[in-house]
């Protein structure tokens, strides 16, 4: 099923589209990787929608992407003996280790690596930012704060450190558990939450041996000050807006968003934009005007993917999401300043053979107003060097391994295929021909780029560029 855009969308399943029938209508409306949140999955329900999903992968006949969504460390203070209680600004409260309930003057934190952490001048964020504390007192054992803003905290309200960096990695026991689960599964994509710095992949990297893709969902200020490290370590990442929003100041949030796109894009490494992307339709069915400019915001910075969180999974009108989703990143692409701005943002090939082979492909390909660009990738290095350089023709990845044309369907301008090895060079290009010939991005007559590497199969080795004329008969031509 051809897309008539090139950014790709993301939804995320949920009580609202957990059936078969409704991820058949969201895939159909637009959706291209479905994302699974293991903070309200258990692992049976897991297996429930990556069967879904499957099964809705063999009906359309369409590679589909699964991505499954880590919980991360959750930092959470502890019970009040009357549930919440009432502060007032300038007040002291002391969090520590005392497991008793808490009053309006102190209360349980069962986080030892906080207490230990935590220094003079640092701030704590409960509720998500809306109590304000600043530490003023520390000893390991407790931490006296003053509150700056705020006058009510509850049970189990949530505890943001945007000065403090912890000790443990991102990994927790339940990830742990899930992450092992969700690897005797057919996913692709595992994300991970609240990274800090890049040591925190290295677990989870061993662990997965390359099973999945590793997805870094950039939500802290400390991963921030460590992009450059964590992209490169990271084979793709996401801007999770809401907590940075909550660590970070609110006005910072859209320029962080486009620093982070920028360097995925020179990086190669497909980014993902998420978090209240269309927050209205969860109870209305269309979105305000500023969520669409949102969404068109992200599409003209080239990122490969917008996200739907609450939308898809708890809102009353999921499939409208994901079509209005749809629409919008569709007339972005076709708005006549949006080949201008993605070309003005388009970075210099590195100095590779496969990059400057994907560079060369691009070009040729606009300069002769060629059809298509066809490449084939085993590995889906080819497919992404091939949608770094964002062209204008469409893309078509075409891959023996479907685990490959899976994790490309997050990719900005991938048509992934699942196809056999080409046994030789000819027969590659009858197999491209065919295959843009099939897929209705070219008709007899046209002609369409080919790109690969020699030894075909070999993972990593783009190195060829081959014209190729449709014939009539679908196959090369003279």
């Known amino acids: 099923m051809k897309r008539g855009r090139k950014v790709k969308i993301l939804a995320t399943l949920g009580p609202a589209s957990n059936s078969e029938e409704m991820i058949e209508k969201l895939y159909v409306a637009g959706a291209d990787v479905f994302r699974i949140n293991m903070s309200h999955s258990s692992h049976d329900m897991m297996r429930d929608l990556v069967q879904k999903i499957r099964n809705v992968e063999e009906k359309v006949e369409r590679p589909i992407g699964i991505l499954a969504d880590l919980q991360g460390p959750k930092l959470r203070v502890g019970m009040f003996k009357d549930g919440s209680v009432e502060l007032e600004p300038g007040q002291t409260f002391v969090m520590d280790d005392n497991p008793g309930e808490g009053d309006n003057t102190r209360v349980h934190l069962p986080h030892p690596e906080i207490l230990e952490s935590v220094q003079p001048g640092h701030r704590l964020l409960v509720d998500d930012g809306r109590l304000s504390l600043i530490a003023e007192e520390t000893d390991g054992k407790s931490i006296t704060c003053k509150v700056v803003s705020g006058t009510k905290i509850s049970n189990k309200k949530g505890v943001s450190l945007p000065d403090t960096t912890l000790p443990t990695g991102a990994l927790t026991e339940k990830d742990h558990a899930d992450l092992e689960a969700v690897l005797k599964e057919s996913v692709d994509w595992v994300a991970l939450s609240f990274i800090q710095r890049p040591e925190d992949l290295a677990e989870v990297r061993k662990i997965s041996k390359g099973q999945v893709g590793l997805l870094s969902k950039i939500e802290k200020p400390q991963a921030v000050e460590r992009i450059d490290e964590i992209i490169e370590l990271s084979d793709a990442v996401m801007v999770a807006r809401g907590d940075l929003g909550v660590e970070l100041p609110l006005e910072a949030v859209p320029g962080i968003q486009k620093q982070i796109t920028r360097k995925a894009r020179v990086a190669g490494k497909p980014v993902v934009v998420a978090t209240q992307m269309l927050e209205s339709m969860i109870s209305a069915p269309v979105p305000t005007r500023a969520e669409v400019s949102d969404v068109a915001t992200a599409v003209f910075e080239g990122a490969d993917a917008v996200m739907l969180s609450a939308e898809s999974a708890a809102g009353d009108y999921p499939v409208e999401a994901v079509s209005t989703m749809s629409q919008i990143a569709c007339k972005v692409e076709k708005d006549p300043t949006y080949p201008g701005i993605l070309n003005a943002q388009r970075s210099a090939p590195e100095a590779t053979g496969s990059d400057a082979i994907s560079a060369a492909s691009r070009q040729i390909a606009e300069t002769l107003d060629l059809s298509a660009i066809l490449c084939f990738t085993s590995s889906g290095t080819t497919g992404l060097r091939a949608a770094r350089e964002r062209p204008a023709v469409p893309i078509i990845a075409l891959s023996p391994v479907v685990e490959t044309a899976r994790r490309l369907a997050l990719t900005w301008g991938l048509y992934c295929v699942v196809t056999r090895d080409a ?40 190195n060829m560029l081959r014209i190729a004329y449709i014939g009539s008969d679908g196959l090369s031509g003279i």
């Not at 991005?441 to 690969?452: L, M």
Request: charged share 30%; proline share 8%; net charge negative.
């Open 423 to 462: 046994t030789d060079l000819d027969d590659m290009v009858d197999l491209a021909c065919r295959i843009a010939y099939d897929e209705e991005f070219a008709k007899p007559g046209d002609r369409i780029i080919i790109s690969a590497g020699v030894p075909l199969g070999t993972p990593g080795s783009t």
